[in-house]
């Protein structure tokens, strides 16, 4: 199947700072990226859906001033998590499809962030 | 909008025993996919295995195998002949593949622990 690297695979930052999470498509052009977070024994919530070269679409409840994504490239997806603040830490996994028949995305392998 | 169901917390099963996990649905569309994904302790999403709504036969991927009942919303997952290495967190998600410029947005339900016990 498709790889999806997600980088990095955990992250510790000081509250008020910006961190950056990456997505990347190794072996396809992903025409679309999913953003999830996901809290301890829980499900994955998805924050964000983001095609490539356009603004991201936001779930409900999701602040895209703080969660700030951008699909610049059909390989390469961001999220930069602004001013973070302990109550960001969680887990962070990107998702990545391509138009053209697949009813199949591939995940990364999530990022751990912790904001201390 | 869709929402997705799983009504066990958690399930323990005997190594070599069978067990089902279930999952409801609630849809006003057709066309749409269902899977279920593990995520064992490493927490990589893991696709299990994958259902058409338009397919009537069920799915199954050597020892997973699944029940769908559209009419009834249904989509329960089958592991037989369990095995250490299938204690993991189990996800059922939907898919509605339209409108295309969403991609392949997932929802899903809120996980079942499956624990395999030797």
């Known amino acids: 199947g498709a790889v999806v690297s997600q980088h990095p695979s955990w992250v510790i930052c000081k509250s008020g700072t910006s961190v950056k999470i990456e997505c990347r498509s190794l072996d396809f052009q992903a025409t679309t990226m999913f953003w999830y977070r996901q809290f301890p024994k829980q499900s994955l919530m998805l924050m964000a859906t983001s095609n490539e070269g356009s603004k991201a679409t936001y779930e409900q409840g999701v602040e895209k001033d703080k969660f700030l994504i951008n699909h610049a490239s059909l390989t390469l997806s961001t999220l930069t998590v602004t001013s973070a603040h302990p109550e960001d830490s969680s887990f962070y996994i990107c998702?990545?499809?391509?138009?053209?028949?697949?009813?199949?995305?591939?995940f990364g392998q999530g990022t751990r962030l912790t904001v201390v | 909008a869709q929402t997705v169901t799983q009504s066990q917390p958690e399930m323990s099963v005997q190594e070599a025993e069978t067990v089902t996990l279930s999952c409801t649905y609630d849809t006003s569309e057709n066309n749409y996919y269902l899977f279920w994904y593990k995520q064992p302790p490493s927490r990589q999403m893991i696709l299990v295995i994958r259902q058409e709504a338009y397919k009537q036969q069920n799915a199954t991927e050597n020892r997973f195998s699944v029940n769908f009942q559209k009419a009834a919303k249904s989509f329960s997952l089958k592991i037989s002949d369990s095995q250490l290495g299938d204690t993991a967190m189990y996800f059922c998600?939907?898919?509605?593949?339209?409108?295309?410029?969403?991609?392949?947005?997932?929802?899903f339900g809120g996980g079942t622990r499956v624990l395999v016990k030797p």
């Open positions: 998702s990545a499809s391509y138009s053209g028949g697949t009813t199949e995305a591939f």
């Open positions: 998600a939907f898919m509605n593949p339209f409108p295309l410029a969403a991609g392949n947005k997932l929802t």
